[in-house]
């Protein structure tokens, strides 16, 4: 059974602009997180999706978006990126919220 | 707020010592606890999951311990190997009624080294 993909695994970008990150859950899973991973902060929680719909998001601004399509994959969105938004990012799939499997993450570089 | 603490940020020991990673949760009002390992620049990989009704899993050098009344977990490993070399993490998750559901609150880790 394949385990959770995120695809970029590296992005370099510069700031102002935006970035979209892919996620394709283990087949079955139905809810998918995502979450920042930095030296200083650790990992924090972004959001989460379940079936489409975002049932928890955690305390980062607006910029942070994501959305979860029909087959469970989900994509996270940050607008006007910033220096701090450098960070590895992190997505997780479970098949009912309970154990989470994480995928390999996008190490994102905002020069 | 949940809060987790790991202690301490980074241990060294010599191969085959067993050895015990702490781990420490301020609101005992958990669904389940994970362990998790994390190679450099790597994903996490799941260790264990505990379930809040559970005291203990075990899987093949790995045992997790979770007592939630003193808010703590430990993780034992037995034997160690050079390959253990990672950092761990906990994670609490929440019960699954109110806000704030779904979602791991993580420690910072222990950077285990194992010398040859």
């Known amino acids: 059974k394949a385990g959770v993909t995120q695809t970029p695994r590296y992005l370099i970008k510069t700031r102002g602009q935006q970035v979209t990150l892919s996620c394709s859950p283990i087949s079955g899973h139905r809810s998918v997180s995502w979450y920042q991973q930095t030296p200083g902060q650790g990992l924090q929680f972004l959001f989460e999706y379940f079936s489409e719909t975002q049932r928890n998001k955690g305390n980062f601004p607006g910029r942070f978006s994501g959305r979860q399509f029909s087959n469970s994959r989900s994509e996270m969105n940050v607008s006007t990126l910033e220096l701090g938004d450098s960070a590895l990012y992190l997505c997780?799939?479970?098949?009912?919220?309970?154990?989470?499997?994480f995928g390999p993450g996008t190490r994102l570089t905002v020069l | 707020k949940q809060e987790v603490t790991q202690i301490p940020a980074a241990l060294s020991v010599p191969e085959g010592e067993n050895l015990v990673l702490n781990c420490s949760f301020t609101d005992s009002a958990i669904y389940n606890l994970q362990w998790f390992r994390q190679d450099p620049g790597k994903g996490l990989t799941s260790l264990l999951l505990i379930q809040s009704s559970q005291r203990e899993q075990t899987s093949g050098r790995l045992n997790a311990s979770l007592d939630k009344s003193s808010g703590r977990s430990t993780l034992y490993i037995a034997a160690s190997q050079p390959g253990d070399s990672a950092t761990y993490l906990c994670?609490?998750?929440?019960?699954?009624?109110?806000?704030?559901?779904?979602?791991?609150?993580f420690g910072k880790g222990t950077k285990l080294s194992v010398i040859p």
């Open positions: 994670a609490a998750s929440p019960p699954r009624s109110g806000a704030g559901s779904y979602q791991l609150t």
């Open positions: 997780a799939s479970s098949r009912t919220s309970n154990e989470q499997f």
